[in-house]
């Protein structure tokens, strides 16, 4: 995402270490790094590790599934299935795997920022839309903790592209799909996801 001259990192290493870590612009966002907020960094370690368990349970499974097939000349079909099953939380783990190698771990917005950032809460309206809430998140992860009424927007949506590093008042014009809508920040609480997920 990164434009103009900002030089491009080869690691999240490579990245200013100014503190605090805040993103104030879309152009400070880098390709191949993955930002996350403290809370999310948890919750990808700690679905790596339920997936890294239920791939091993999967691994023992299909072991036995074969051993057995291989003594009574069955065909290997469940086996196979064992492998077929094991395809999601393969690509599940490899997607988790990567995010935490190219991590960039945030800091949460403090209430002075009086722009949007990744980890504000921000009220909007998109054209004529009544107005509804989202977080502005490092990565989207199943989670329990997630509140069902404030909608999750990566730092990589349309959205929040358009709204990072804008303040209230602001209209900055977000591309949706085919559409260029005008988006109104309304609201913006910084202390909002720190206090509910951390």
């Known amino acids: 995402m990164t434009t103009g001259e900002n030089v491009q990192p080869t690691s999240s290493e490579e990245i200013s270490t100014s503190t605090p870590h805040i993103i104030s612009s879309v152009e400070q966002l880098h390709e191949g ?23 091993k349970v999967l691994a023992e499974q299909r072991f036995e599934a074969m051993h057995q097939s291989s003594e009574t000349w069955h065909d290997n079909a469940p086996a196979e299935a064992i492998k077929h099953t094991g395809e999601v939380p393969g690509r ?56 069902p009424d404030i909608e ?28 260029t809508l005008e988006v109104t920040i309304l609201g913006i609480d910084q202390e909002a996801q720190q206090l509910e997920y951390s």
């Open 33 to 55: 790094v993955t930002y996350l907020l403290p809370h999310e960094l948890i919750r990808v370690q700690d679905l790596l590790a339920k997936t890294e368990a239920e791939l």
């Open 92 to 147: 599940r783990r490899d997607k988790l795997d990567k995010m935490l190698r190219s991590q960039f771990i945030l800091d949460y917005p403090s209430k002075e920022i009086p722009f949007a950032t990744i980890g504000s809460r921000v009220l909007i309206k998109v054209g004529q839309t009544e107005p509804f809430t989202i977080d502005i998140v490092g990565a989207q992860t199943e989670s329990t903790d997630s509140n």
């Open 152 to 179: 999750e927007s990566t730092y990589r949506s349309p959205l929040a592209i358009a709204i990072i590093g804008k303040s209230v008042g602001e209209t900055p014009l977000a591309t949706i799909g085919d559409r």
